[in-house]
């Protein structure tokens, strides 16, 4: 255990990406992820890395691409309308089978919307985003100290199974301060023999998403299918709050948005709302198996902000065993702890 | 104890240091603790807030509709928030800049004028410090000797040499509440 410090959960994502030994950063500044840019552009000169702000958000996730195919850990960042335009690129990766990690800090949408948080791009992180058949790791901090420990997971995460990673957080976790510890951490990356680091006395590799023989795409496609069936069975991760024997209602919510979800279960069990909570951490692969034991629980309600996207997947994973209902918020607004507990008196 | 905090002036007062330097003193003395500015279209038309929250558990939500306690700067933010302050809640306002009584009549609150004060001292921009030692004199959700003592963690590098003049203000308010 080392000193608390308090960081904004923006410079969180910096100074866990330096930690976990990412030395290349490639961006574009949007807000509400700016200061992370910022805090990059100053710290990685220090460790001897590379921060460089690109044209564009489209020749940032190239850049991240070569960086990847060379072998280093490599990050960038954005916010929702700069992650639709890094879409073509993320899918090159996937296809490329290069472990990268991408941040997007959430506003809201559609379009350039606006700079309030938001959880709207949970359909394009998880369903794909990009063209073709593919997953992206997606991981849901909902503390500053967390932003600390998924940073490194994902980066560990995309090296283990050489897939993208996308860190995704709310624009509110960006701003907030809180304590975290950074621990005696000591990153361990593997060795990476398929990189492009020069082939001088051995056979050379090539790093490409483009398989012409419909025959070996296909075969290529089954192989990504079986690391993705393997990260399902292995990766999934998620925090219950007061699920106990005794929750008869159970409240599903990722991110920021599960924080104020707790403080309404703390507030809904004071009245006699058996209440108890799921934040799902990874949201691909999504923690079917937290829905597991449903056995006492009498209805289940997804809170969000957004007009309903994560709703799909645990209905999904419920499949029909309990009735699950729905309440969220759109455009930078999000859910009270009142709201939330005069959704769960109404459908009790 | 879990005191949800709220600091309101206009951007420039200083509210989001002294948001900070609360939270620097809490982390100190080993309490859970939250500082939040807010950002975006709230901040248009030169407000600027935060939310600071301390407390001896868990904090889950980062965002408050009710705050305990609450410091405004200036009169459109006791127009924005008056009504917000928890029934029972402390409001301290700064009298200087605000032209009329406090409506509630259900809360604790004191009128100070930390502008006058701060001037008085030698510079209008420490009305902040003022207003942060008056309210912690009165409602001490941090140690005032630890708040004094954090002042290093919020005034780094050249701002260092602001740290003598602006515990002299933390004082000053503090003594004038006492005096109240």
């Known amino acids: 255990m080392g000193e608390k410090i308090l960081m904004k959960g923006n410079e969180a994502i910096g100074e866990a990406a330096i930690s976990a030994g990412c030395r290349c950063f490639f961006g574009y500044p949007i807000t509400p992820q700016s200061e992370l840019p910022a805090f990059l552009a100053k710290k990685m000169p220090l460790v001897g890395g590379v921060f460089l702000q690109a044209e564009s958000e489209i020749a940032a996730i190239n850049m991240v691409y070569g960086a990847a195919s060379a072998g280093v850990r490599v990050m960038t960042s954005s916010s929702s309308p700069g992650i639709s335009l890094k879409q073509e690129g993320i899918s090159y990766i996937a296809g490329a089978e290069l472990p990268v990690l991408i941040c997007n800090v959430q506003r809201a949408g559609p379009g350039l919307g606006t700079i309030q948080p938001s959880q709207s791009d949970y359909f394009q992180a998880v369903k794909g985003g990009g063209h073709g058949d593919y997953r992206l790791i997606v991981l849901s901090p909902s503390s500053v100290q967390e932003v600390i420990d998924l940073i490194r997971l994902g980066f560990d995460l995309a090296d283990k199974y050489k897939t993208p990673a996308m860190f995704l957080a709310e624009g509110m976790l960006g701003q907030l301060m809180e304590p975290v510890d950074l621990g005696d951490y000591k990153p361990n990356i593997p060795d990476k023999p398929w990189a492009l680091t020069g082939c001088k006395g051995r056979e050379k590799n090539i790093v490409t998403s483009l398989w012409i023989d419909p025959e070996e795409l296909e075969r290529h496609n089954l192989e990504l299918q079986k690391k993705y069936a393997k990260i399902k069975e292995n990766e999934q991760r998620w925090e219950e709050f007061k699920f106990d024997d005794e929750a008869e209602y159970l409240i599903v919510a990722h991110g920021t948005m599960a924080r104020i979800a707790k403080s309404a279960v703390i507030k809904a069990r004071e009245e006699g709302i058996k209440t108890g909570l799921i934040r799902p951490i990874s949201l691909w692969p999504y923690p079917e198996k937290a829905f597991a034991n449903l056995k006492n629980i009498k209805k289940i309600l997804v809170v969000e902000m957004s007009m309903g996207q994560m709703v799909e997947d645990v209905r999904l994973s419920v499949n029909g065993r309990v009735p699950v209902e729905f309440f969220g918020r759109a455009g930078g607004m999000f859910p009270t702890v009142n709201q939330i507990l005069g959704k769960l008196r109404e459908i009790k | ?180």
């Open chain 2, 1 to 180: 104890m879990h005191e949800e905090m709220m600091i309101a002036g206009f951007g420039g007062q200083g509210v989001l240091l002294i948001g900070q330097l609360i939270a620097q003193t809490a982390l100190v003395e080993d309490k859970n603790v939250l500082w939040m500015p807010a950002y975006g279209p709230e901040t248009r038309g030169g407000f600027a807030n935060c939310t600071v929250m301390v407390s001896d558990s868990d904090i889950y939500s980062p965002v408050t509709s009710e705050p305990t306690s609450m410091i405004v700067m200036n009169l459109p933010s006791l127009n924005k928030f008056e009504r917000s302050v928890k029934e029972g809640g402390f409001l301290f306002v700064n009298k200087s800049l605000v032209n009329r009584d406090v409506f509630r009549n259900d809360i604790d609150s004191i009128c100070v004028p930390v502008t006058e004060i701060a001037r008085d001292l030698g510079n209008v921009k420490a009305a902040n410090m003022v207003a942060l030692g008056g309210f912690i004199a009165k409602k001490p959700i941090v140690e005032f000797k630890t708040l004094i003592d954090c002042l290093p963690k919020v005034f780094k590098g050249t701002k260092e040499k602001l740290i003598p003049f602006n515990k002299e203000a933390l004082l000053k308010g503090a003594e004038y509440v006492k005096g109240m």
